[in-house]
Nanobody, 118 residues
Framework: QVQLMESGGGLVQAGGSLRLSCVVS????????MGWYRQAPGKQRELVAS???????NYADSVKGRFTISRDNAINTVHLQMNSLKPEDTAVYYC????????????WGQGTQVTVSS
C-alpha cells in the first residue's frame, strides 16, 4: 500500500506562483511513476504532469513552460511548481502514484484546492 499526502494549495492572483508537494509513504519501491492531476468544477479530471522513476517528465499542453514536476527521493516527495498561474488553472489538484506493471494510477491523495483570481 502507498499513502499520498498533498500540501501547498491556496489562493493566488493571476500571474503568481504556487508549489504543491506530495509526500509518499508505504511501499514506495513499488512505484514507477508519479503524477499530478486536476479537476475543475464541471470538468473531467486531467493529467497535468507526470514523472517516472527514471526522471522522464510529461506535461499537458496547457501547462507546458509554466509548470515543473520534480521529485526529491531523499524525502520521498514530489513537487509541482506552478508559475504564471491563470484563472483557468483553478481546480482541485491530486497527487497520484502508479505501480510497476500498472497502466492506470493506483493510489490517490485527498486533493488540494488551487484558486487563481483574475
Amino acid at each position: 500500500q502507498v499513502q499520498l499526502m498533498e500540501s501547498g494549495g491556496g489562493l493566488v492572483q493571476a500571474g503568481g506562483s504556487l508549489r504543491l508537494s506530495c509526500v509518499v509513504s508505504g511501499s514506495i519501491f513499488s512505484i514507477n511513476a508519479m503524477g499530478w492531476y486536476r479537476q475543475a468544477p464541471g470538468k473531467q479530471r486531467e493529467l497535468v504532469a507526470s514523472i517516472t522513476s527514471g526522471g522522464s517528465t510529461n506535461y499537458a499542453d496547457s501547462v507546458k513552460g509554466r509548470f515543473t514536476i520534480s521529485r526529491d527521493n531523499a524525502i520521498n516527495t514530489v513537487h509541482l511548481q506552478m508559475n504564471s498561474l491563470k484563472p483557468e488553472d483553478t481546480a482541485v489538484y491530486y497527487c497520484a502514484a502508479r505501480e510497476y506493471g500498472s497502466y492506470n494510477y493506483d493510489y490517490w491523495g485527498q486533493g488540494t484546492q488551487v484558486t487563481v483570481s483574475s
